[in-house]
Nanobody
Framework: QVQLVESGGGLVQAGGSLRLSCAAS????????MGWFRQAPGKEREFVAN????????SYADSVKGRFTISRDNAKSTVYLQMNSLKPEDAAVYYC???????????????WGQGTQVTVSS
C-alpha cells in the first residue's frame, strides 16, 4: 500500500509559479510511475503529467507543455510538479497518483492523494 500526500498548493497571480510536492509512504515508491491530475469545479478530472518509475520518461498534457515540469526523487519518495506561467484556467485541485506502468489513463492509477488546491488570480 502506498499513501500519497500532496502539498504546495495555494493562491498565485497569473504568470506566477508554484511547486507541488507529493510525498509517498512505503518502500516501494520507485516501483511506481507517478502522475499528476487536476479537477476544476464542474469539470472532469484531467491528466496533467506523468513520469516513469526511474524518472527517465515524462509526458504532459498539451495544455501545460512547456510550462509545467514533473520530476521525482526516489531517495525522498517524492514527486514534484513545477508550474510556471500559471493561467487562470490552471486553477483546480491537483492530485498525485501512482500507477504501474506509466500511463495517462486515470483508471489505471491505483493510489491517489487527497489533493491540493491551486488558485490563480487574473
Amino acid at each position: 500500500q502506498v499513501q500519497l500526500v500532496e502539498s504546495g498548493g495555494g493562491l498565485v497571480q497569473a504568470g506566477g509559479s508554484l511547486r507541488l510536492s507529493c510525498a509517498a509512504s512505503g518502500r516501494t515508491f520507485s516501483s511506481y510511475a507517478m502522475g499528476w491530475f487536476r479537477q476544476a469545479p464542474g469539470k472532469e478530472r484531467e491528466f496533467v503529467a506523468n513520469i516513469d518509475r526511474l524518472g527517465g520518461s515524462t509526458s504532459y498534457a498539451d495544455s501545460v507543455k512547456g510550462r509545467f515540469t514533473i520530476s521525482r526523487d526516489n531517495a525522498k519518495s517524492t514527486v514534484y510538479l513545477q508550474m510556471n506561467s500559471l493561467k487562470p484556467e490552471d486553477a483546480a485541485v491537483y492530485y498525485c497518483a501512482a500507477a504501474i506502468p506509466q500511463t495517462v489513463i486515470s483508471d489505471y492509477y491505483m493510489h491517489w492523494g487527497q489533493g491540493t488546491q491551486v488558485t490563480v488570480s487574473s
